[in-house]
């Protein structure tokens, strides 16, 4: 989706949170739990469907809670969202709800689009997808007679061999109804952290400068050479999760890991721990000890969001304005102050002196509105977004280029970044690993409204830990019956990398064939059972999706 890539190589939502809220007609939330995840805005949403009567389509395979406020909820097989979004498609063309005005103004390449939909039609999307037909149709006309409808998603759609083709195929879905660049709809991926935004914006990608200019792009390599004072590279780098194994393929010799844990993060632990045991050298800065802390060879101590003061940009691009509450603990330090520090000593090491005249070519920044004002100087979308107007309370979400303009809480308003939006036909593409006799069940993985990512924060809270203390695998009433699992047992959930013991909690959350597990607890990590399998564009992991077998222990 050339036409909305600005948009969708971010993450961030094209519209923002109160406005979906408000103005959406309908919800169509797939691979989100929101309820769970995002609490807040999960809240906002059950209030729209609640005391205005919007109406909410919930496409999971689990019946997660926001499924009790949903008019219709869809219980699809993991790793078959393009043939569900597709079969939703050819309903909308067949019924001929599709926008017929935006679609000849806006975009370009239907007909080929349209070919490869019509290829879904309900009977045969039904097969795959497991979803009966008469839902199909139900789901198509709530999303098409009710405008404008919000699409919604998060990880559950992008974490998956196919996950930048679900999003496309989304964007397909989108433009068709004509639900871009108004009120209450847009497409709405919803980020995992805080600042996994800010990040993004800032260059935190191994093929984009700040502002997501294109590192092979000569243009963008020159500006950010002129204000370094550095020679770039046009080389694209590697991503986290090719990164790690090239350890083991002699490409990687050192890591510096800022605030990530990958032995309980990344898919397929087993391989992780062999990867960190023959790594040279491993730095980790990090505010607590972590699983991956027992294999570096230097731990710096960086600070909480408590003890720093900066800006986070959230999953609607509104950047905000955090002050320090005390001060930091310890010999710990604002990462922003570690990283000039270190980056001061390579220099030294290396004689790799820079020109001053560069405007921005040393690290002796006093403070981290020194930091902002090269933000603003380099990267265009954050041009007018400063410190002080947000201390005056102004709300800006990017792209916000100069002092004067007010931000941007509608993106594609008028046009998209290429101009004309671009269909793009999508085909369903399976799952990596499917069941088999000797792994007859499917994982699929995520977190809990009780704990965060690798628990290393969660875990020391005593009164989350007196809710939720322990891993538990969910399995379906049917296949614990199958088990011989009465009530509560231990089983062991086994893929072709490794296993887990953990307590069933019999639930109907997950349907028969499928066990759900998270990845919070070191001694039973979901993470232990995923593959690493990637998508190649984005070389997202596939965490959504493994074939297992079940046993019980006891």
Request: net charge negative; proline share 7%; hydrophobic share 40%.
């Amino acid at each position: 989706m050339a036409g909305l890539a600005a948009s969708f190589g971010s993450g961030a939502m094209s519209n923002s949170m109160d406005d979906v809220a408000k103005n959406a007609k309908a919800f169509f939330i797939i691979g989100s739990n929101t309820t769970e995840q995002h609490p807040v805005f999960g809240t906002m949403l059950r209030r729209a469907v609640r005391f205005r009567g919007a109406k909410l389509v919930v496409a999971d395979p689990r019946k997660i809670d926001i499924t009790e406020f949903a008019t219709l909820h869809l219980r699809q097989k993991p790793g078959t969202d393009i043939a569900l979004i597709n079969g939703l498609m050819y309903i909308i063309l067949e019924k001929d709800w599709a926008d017929k005005q935006f679609i000849e103004e806006r975009t370009e390449g239907l007909e080929e689009f349209k070919a490869t939909v019509m290829q879904y039609p309900p009977t045969l999307v039904s097969e795959i997808t497991g979803v009966p037909v008469s839902q199909l149709y139900e789901a198509a006309e709530i999303i098409a007679r009710n405008k404008p409808t919000a699409v919604i998603w998060a990880m559950g759609i992008t974490q998956h061999i196919s996950g930048v083709r679900n999003v496309m195929d989304l964007a397909n879905l989108q433009m068709l109804l004509g639900n871009m660049g108004v009120p209450g709809g847009g497409v709405n991926p919803l980020r995992g952290q805080n600042n996994v935004q800010g990040a993004c914006d800032m260059g935190g990608l191994p093929n984009v400068y700040p502002s997501y200019q294109p590192v092979t792009s000569e243009e963008a390599r020159k500006k950010f050479d002129d204000a370094w004072g550095l020679t770039s590279s046009t080389k694209v780098g590697l991503t986290a999760t090719e990164i790690i194994p090239g350890i083991l393929e002699d490409k990687i010799h050192a890591l510096y890991i800022l605030g990530e844990d990958p032995v309980m993060s990344d898919p397929d632990t087993h391989h992780i721990r062999k990867c960190l045991e023959a790594i040279d050298f491993l730095v980790l800065q990090e505010i607590f000890p972590s699983e991956t802390a027992a294999y570096a060879d230097v731990l710096l101590p960086g600070v909480s969001f408590a003890e720093k003061t900066g800006t986070f940009t959230n999953t609607e691009r509104r950047v905000q304005m955090v002050h320090k509450a005390i001060e930091p603990l310890g010999d710990s330090r604002p990462d922003w102050w570690i990283t000039a520090e270190v980056a001061k000593r390579v220099l030294i090491g290396t004689n790799n002196r820079v020109p001053r005249e560069a405007p921005f070519s040393g690290w002796e920044y006093r403070d981290t509105n020194e930091i902002m004002s090269e933000i603003n100087a380099v990267t265009p979308s954050y041009g007018g977004i400063t410190h002080q107007r947000l201390e005056k309370g102004e709300r800006l979400q990017w792209p916000c280029p100069s002092a004067d303009h007010p931000g941007t809480p509608v993106l594609h308003t008028k046009q998209f970044t290429r101009g004309k939006g671009k269909f793009a036909p999508i085909d369903h593409v399976p799952p990596a690993e499917e069941p088999t006799d000797d792994y007859p069940m499917v994982l699929s993985t995520g977190r809990v409204l009780y704990h965060w990512h690798g628990g290393q924060m969660t875990r020391r809270a005593k009164g989350l830990m007196e809710v939720y203390g322990e891993a538990l695998v969910e399995l379906s009433p049917n296949d614990a019956e199958k088990l011989g699992v009465n009530g509560k047992g231990i089983v062991r959930v086994t893929s072709r990398r490794g296993s887990i013991e953990a307590q069933a909690w019999v639930t109907d959350r997950v349907p028969p064939g499928m066990v759900y597990a998270n990845f919070h607890f070191p001694e039973a990590s979901a993470n232990e059972l995923t593959l690493a399998a990637l998508d190649p564009v984005s070389k997202i992991p596939e965490y959504k999706v493994a074939a297992v077998k079940v046993e019980l222990v006891g």
